[in-house]
C-alpha cells in the first residue's frame, strides 16, 4: 500500500525513524510464557562490579525483562566499562520511561572494590 499524498510518505519515515524503524530489538524475549518474569532476569551481579574509585560505577536497574517497572529504576550498580554490554543485553526491552515511580535513588559508590548501590559505604558493610 503507496501513500496517496507525498507528505504521507514522509509523515510514514518519520514515525517509523522515532520508533526506531522496522529494525527488531536484538534480544527480544518471549514473555508470554507462564515462567517468563522468572527466566528472564537481568542481574548486576553478572556484569563486572569491579572498581577502584566512584566513578568507575554506574547505576542500572535489575529484575525481570518481562516486567518493565521492575528493571526500569536503577537498583544496583556496575563498572562503566560493563554497560555497553548491559545495554546490548537490554536493548529493546521496553522501560516505560516515565510511565514507572522510582524511588529517590542513591548514587553508585565504589565500596571496597565493588560498585554499590548504597547511601553510603557503611551500608554496604564495607566503611
Do not use: R
Not at 542481574?43 to 560505577?57: E, I, N, P, T
Not at 536497574?61 to 544496583?76: D, I, K, V
Not at 524511588?103 to 565504589?110: A, D, T, Y
Amino acid at each position: 500500500m503507496s501513500p496517496s499524498h507525498p507528505w504521507m510518505a514522509v509523515l510514514t519515515l518519520g514515525f517509523a525513524a522515532c520508533v526506531g524503524g522496522t529494525e527488531a530489538p536484538k534480544n527480544q524475549v518471549n514473555c508470554s510464557g507462564p515462567d517468563a518474569a522468572t527466566q528472564h532476569v537481568v542481574l548486576a551481579s553478572k556484569y563486572d562490579q569491579s572498581c577502584k574509585v566512584d566513578s568507575d560505577c554506574v547505576a542500572v536497574g535489575e529484575g525481570s525483562l518481562c516486567e518493565p517497572c521492575a528493571w526500569a529504576c536503577t537498583s544496583a550498580s556496575i563498572n562503566a566499562k560493563a554497560l555497553a554490554q548491559y545495554q546490548e543485553d537490554t536493548d529493546g526491552h521496553d522501560t516505560l520511561d516515565g510511565s514507572c515511580i522510582c524511588p529517590v535513588e542513591p548514587k553508585p559508590l565504589c565500596c571496597g572494590g565493588t560498585c554499590s548501590f548504597v547511601l553510603s559505604c557503611s551500608d554496604a558493610g564495607t566503611d
